[in-house]
């Protein structure tokens, strides 16, 4: 229901076009109105890879060695509660980026992600991501600018949840 909400609210402002969930990020987002080398490098550094139905790309906690951008198919991303209860976060589509934000931190991944069905991806490691990025600046703002948009996203979130349980102060 928030995804929703936040979708609208991003759409009816103008931010965003092409949103499939407020948590996604996708390589048209990323690489828009950048040089089209900027994207054959980045396809080029990857390893492309196929997954059947169920097959795991990554999993909660397990430590992030890179990021996957879906050519064809759909990923489920779920996360997990402190009770072991998972909730789907979102189905990426085409032409979506996963594992972004813990390739960059160099930390474990939150979610896991199951391909759907016979699904298509891109890999490209973490070293490989930072030479891409390290070399091409352009692509690096970019990014950083959608890592931005996404914290704004999650604090609307915040937001619109401490409506419905109150906020205390810390002692």
């Known amino acids: 229901m928030i995804d929703l909400l936040l979708t609208s609210a991003l759409l009816s402002r103008g931010e965003r076009k092409d949103v499939n969930t407020p948590g996604s990020l996708t390589m048209g987002e990323i690489f828009a109105d950048l040089a089209p080398e900027t994207l054959e490098d980045f396809r080029a550094l990857g390893q492309k890879g196929s997954y059947s139905a169920g097959a795991t790309l ?3 906690g397990e430590v992030c060695s890179g990021v996957f951008w879906i050519y064809s198919g759909q990923v489920r991303v779920s996360v997990s509660d ?17 594992g972004l934000q813990s390739a960059l931190c160099g ?36 990014i950083v600018e959608r890592l931005s948009d996404r914290l704004r996203i999650a604090m609307e979130q915040f937001r619109f949840f401490s409506r419905f349980t109150p906020l205390r102060p810390l002692n």
């Open 82 to 98: 402190t009770l072991d209860q998972s909730a789907v976060s979102h189905i990426a589509l085409p032409g979506e980026l996963l």
């Open 58 to 60: 990554f999993k909660t």
């Open 107 to 142: 930390e474990p991944h939150e979610a896991t992600a199951r391909a759907e069905g016979p699904t298509e991806v891109n890999f490209l490691s973490r070293d490989s991501l930072s030479k891409f990025l390290f070399s091409h600046p352009d692509a690096a703002f970019r």
